[in-house]
């Protein structure tokens, strides 16, 4: 009865080869799958995935790996409950019954702010420069803020936001919409907080991680996306990540980072403890005081910064980045408040259309080869490991700027070794070594997870997770200590 079952099931299982065309148009590469620019198949598939003869384009991730992965389940669970239009949208799940391989179906999104970015920074290079249009930036912008609104109304941290997890579509239905990629870091919280940090304490990107994640905040909360989204505002506005600095490879969950915070106070300055009083609570304050001098900062501030690239103090932009990017994280501005921002009030208003009906000059992602995979596993090209945060579809352009700006990853769960800029992304524009992209799942060996049908069924399969784990842990740790003591009573006799 069993086997008959199975067979059937088996048999009315959708293949994805049976729906999409996807050979030949692997878009992205990484540690976690590959990622394939993929068009139905005329005439197969529900109504849901466009009408007939229609040849619409998706973003089809295979994970690697097989089983079932809670990171992977984690993700999947919270794409079925988000629904909004900033936020990038599942289609569908596929397994496939002989291999144990899992795609995600995602809407394909054309381009990213990593290569957008990249765009204006190789014209600022070569001395024609093109910064990205101030109306442009403002759209970016509001998008951004509405899509994580979203996320933190549902009780949902991010904590990866990064120029390569935010993707913007191109022509289409939904041409110039961003959608905020990657909800593999993505977590549940609760008010009052719980402390996440035992079960992943370093998160988000170097460049983009807030300063209390530097210093070992317990209790971080959804100022730290605020902060990720203030430097890429900043970025947009340079065309240069803000807080760039040296990435080693970090093998560690120490979330202290002496470079990073070194980089940020260069462009900040120190804290002041009337600025910033809980500094003096942060698990790693002592740590900061014996590595740093208050007086080798005393010159150095954001209206500083940002005016060497020409962008004015008395300006809403300037104002409003200030307010992102305050130190104390009680006092940061939050998403909902930003949105009410003079700033998006101002001619240019924000549009839903970022290009502005202009026509994009940015370039579309090109196809991968197998050269690319060999370029992509030379030594220098690798950096550093880089936790369960994950960001797939990623373009391979992005090697040359990284190898001019040393960028890196860092952060829990998921050991994936990560290439070029720590913001890197998507698929390749341009030669170069190879990433996966904002389609982001989970760790290595994804699986599927029904949630149910309220983001109270996400929360209740995350707790559960939590509870085995915990499980487990005291689990290993009983049996280590039985280990000890009869080691101990085996050297008095």
């Not at 397994?95 to 920074?121: C, G, P, Q, T």
């Not at 085995?468 to 003591?485: P, S, V, Y």
Request: proline share 6%; charged share 25%.
């Amino acid at each position: 009865m069993d086997y008959e079952f199975k067979a059937k099931t088996a048999a009315e299982r959708v293949k994805v080869e049976d729906w999409f065309d996807y050979e030949g148009c692997k878009v992205g590469r990484g540690t976690y799958g590959h990622v394939y620019k993929a068009r139905r198949k005329e005439g197969v598939g529900p109504p849901t995935l466009g009408s007939r003869g229609e040849f619409k384009e998706y973003a089809l991730k295979q994970i690697e790996g097989t089983g079932l992965s809670m990171s992977a389940c984690r993700e999947i669970a919270l794409l079925r409950e988000l629904k909004h239009p900033n936020v990038i949208s599942l289609q569908r799940v596929f397994l496939s019954h002989n291999d144990r391989k899992v795609w995600l179906l995602f809407d394909y999104a054309e381009h990213d702010l990593w290569h957008i970015i990249k765009y204006h920074r190789a014209a600022k290079a070569s001395k024609k420069p093109v910064m990205v249009p101030k109306a442009m930036v403002k759209s970016l912008l509001y998008q951004i803020l509405d899509g994580i609104h979203y996320l933190h109304a549902n009780w949902v941290l991010h904590r990866d936001l990064k120029p390569a997890n935010i993707l913007v579509m191109g022509d289409g239905i939904e041409r110039g919409r961003v959608k905020i990629a990657d909800m593999g870091f993505a977590r549940l919280f609760n008010s009052p907080l719980k402390p996440l940090a035992d079960l992943d304490p370093v998160v988000v990107t170097f460049w983009y991680r807030a300063p209390e994640l530097l210093l070992g905040a317990r209790h971080y909360t959804k100022a730290i996306d605020i902060w990720a989204i203030g430097c890429i505002f900043a970025e947009l506005l340079t065309s240069e990540p803000i807080f760039h600095c040296r990435q080693e490879d970090i093998k560690t969950s120490n979330p202290y980072h002496h470079d990073q915070l070194d980089r940020i106070f260069n462009v900040m300055g120190f804290p002041q403890d009337k600025e910033w009083e809980d500094i003096r609570r942060m698990p790693e304050h002592n740590t900061l005081l014996k590595d740093f001098k208050r007086t080798n900062y005393q010159n150095c501030s954001l209206i500083k910064y940002m005016d060497r690239h020409k962008i004015k103090p008395e300006s809403k932009a300037f104002c409003l980045l200030q307010k992102l990017l305050l130190m104390d994280p009680t006092k940061r501005i939050t998403s909902e408040t930003s949105l009410q921002d003079p700033y998006f009030s101002e001619e240019p208003l924000p549009t839903k259309d970022v290009f502005s009906a202009c026509p994009i000059p940015y370039p579309k992602r090109e196809f991968l080869t197998d050269d690319d995979q060999v370029k992509e596993e030379k030594p220098e090209n690798k950096m550093q490991q880089r936790p369960p945060q994950q960001s797939q579809v990623h373009q391979q352009s992005q090697q040359q700027i990284h190898q001019q700006q040393n960028p890196g990853n860092g952060g829990p769960d998921a050991k994936r070794v990560r290439l070029n800029h720590p913001s890197e992304g998507h698929a390749n524009t341009g030669g170069g070594s190879t990433n996966s992209s904002g389609y982001n799942i989970g760790q290595s060996g994804g699986g599927v997870h029904s949630s149910g049908n309220s983001m109270h069924g996400v929360s209740m399969h995350y707790q559960q997770h939590q509870s085995q784990n915990q499980q487990q842990q005291q689990q290993q740790q009983q049996q280590q200590q039985q280990q000890r003591q009869q080691n101990n009573y085996g050297q008095r006799f």
